[in-house]
C-alpha cells in the first residue's frame, strides 16, 4: 500500500474518493465504499439553512461521531453568514476533515434560492462563503461546475471564477466537467478540467464520466490530485478498487475480479446495514437503483436483476441474492 498523501489540505490513501450524491450517500453507502477502498467519502449536500431551523432530516444528514473517516461535509447556502452558522451547527454534532461548498448543483430548486450553481454567477458571494469557512481550521473545498464557454469573451470563464475562490482561500476546487445549462446531459469535458488543473497544480480535484478505471487516469494524468466516483458506482459498484488495482495499489482479487457471489455478498452486507441505519424502504430504492449495474458481464444477470426488482421486502430481496451461487448460469463468470 503505496503512504499516504496530502490533497487539499487532508490525509488520505489515494486520489479516488466518493462523490457526494443526492439521495445516495448515505452512512450505509459510504461505510459500503469505504470498505471497497474509497480514500475519503462526502455527506450528501446538506442545506446550512436547514441545519440553522433544527430541521431534524437535514441533521439526520450529517451521520454520527461513530463513522470513520476521512470524510467531508458538503454544504449549500446561499450566503457566507447562514453557510458558517450551519457549519458551526454541523461541527457541533460531529467531527469532519473537510468543509466542502456545493456550486455545482443546477436543480431549479437549489439554483433559484441562490445557491448551487447560481453561485457561478456570483464570484464576490462565493468568494466571501470559502472566506466564512477558513476559521473553522479545516480545508475548505468548492464543488463547482466549468462554465458556459460558448463565446470567446467566456472561454476563459472557469479559470477567472478558480482564480477567485483560491485567492479567497479555498484549499481545494473539485470541478465536475458540465456546464449547469447541461445539468447530467451530454458528456462531461475532461479536456477543460485537466486544463484548468494544469494552471493551478495539486489545487484541482476532477468529477464527471468516471465510469471506468482509465477514465479517472486520463483525469490524475492531466493533472488533477483526485477524482470523485459518482454515477459510476452505481453501474459498477466495485469501480473504485478496479480503478486503484488498475493505479498500482493493493486490492484483494475479490474486489477487483468478483465472482457473482463475491457481488451478491457485498450487496447483502449493504442490505443488511442500511436496513439497520435508514430503513428497509430505502434500502430497497438504493439495492433497486443498482441493480442495473449488478452482476454486470456474468451470464444470466438479467434474470437474476428482474427477479431482485420483483422483490416487495428486504427478505425476500436478501433470498433471491443469496441463491445467486446456486444459478446455473452465474456459477461461472
Known amino acids: 500500500m503505496r503512504a499516504d498523501l496530502e490533497i487539499g489540505g487532508a490525509r488520505v490513501s489515494s486520489p479516488i474518493w466518493l462523490a457526494p450524491l443526492a439521495g445516495v450517500t448515505t452512512r450505509t453507502f459510504r461505510d459500503f465504499h469505504k470498505k471497497l477502498g ?5 455527506t450528501e449536500m446538506i ?3 436547514g441545519l440553522s431551523y433544527k430541521n431534524k432530516r437535514t441533521r439526520r444528514l450529517i451521520g454520527d461521531e461513530g463513522e470513520g473517516g476521512p470524510i467531508a461535509l458538503q454544504l449549500f447556502s446561499p450566503d457566507a453568514a447562514s453557510l458558517a452558522k450551519g457549519a458551526a451547527i454541523a461541527l457541533g454534532l460531529r467531527r469532519f476533515d473537510a468543509l466542502e461548498i456545493n456550486m455545482a ?3 431549479p430548486k437549489v439554483a433559484k434560492k441562490g445557491s448551487g450553481a447560481s453561485l457561478l454567477g456570483r464570484p464576490d458571494v462565493a468568494g466571501e462563503m470559502v472566506s466564512a469557512l477558513k476559521p473553522f481550521g479545516l480545508p475548505a473545498w468548492v464543488k463547482m461546475r466549468i462554465l458556459d464557454q460558448a463565446s470567446a469573451a467566456a472561454s476563459s470563464a472557469t479559470e477567472r471564477f478558480c482564480e477567485t475562490i483560491l485567492a479567497a482561500g479555498a484549499d481545494l476546487v473539485m470541478i465536475h466537467g458540465r456546464t449547469a445549462a447541461q445539468r447530467y446531459e451530454g458528456a462531461a ?3 477543460k478540467v485537466r486544463e484548468v488543473a494544469t494552471l493551478f497544480p495539486g489545487r ?10 482509465e477514465d479517472a487516469a486520463l483525469y490524475l494524468d492531466g493533472g488533477c490530485v483526485a477524482v470523485l466516483a459518482a454515477r459510476g458506482v452505481l453501474r459498477d459498484e466495485f469501480l473504485i478498487p478496479k480503478t486503484l488495482r488498475a493505479l498500482g ?3 484483494p482479487r475479490n474486489l477487483t475480479d468478483p465472482t457473482a457471489g ?4 457485498a450487496i447483502v452486507a449493504l442490505g443488511r446495514e442500511g436496513l439497520e441505519n435508514e430503513g428497509e424502504r430505502f434500502t430497497l430504492v438504493l439495492v433497486k437503483r443498482m441493480l442495473a449495474g449488478l452482476f454486470k458481464g456474468f451470464p444470466g444477470a438479467a434474470v437474476i436483476r428482474a427477479d431482485c426488482a420483483a422483490c416487495r421486502d428486504w427478505a425476500s430481496l436478501e433470498e433471491t441474492l443469496l441463491r445467486v451461487d446456486l444459478h446455473p448460469s452465474c456459477l461461472q463468470q
Open 47 to 49: 442545506s446550512a439553512v
Open 249 to 251: 495499489y493493493e486490492t
Open 262 to 265: 463475491d457481488v451478491a455478498n
Open 189 to 191: 469535458d475532461k479536456e
Open 105 to 107: 448543483c443546477p436543480m
Open 204 to 213: 484541482v480535484a476532477a468529477s464527471g464520466d468516471y465510469y471506468a478505471p
Open 38 to 42: 474509497a480514500a475519503l467519502v462526502h
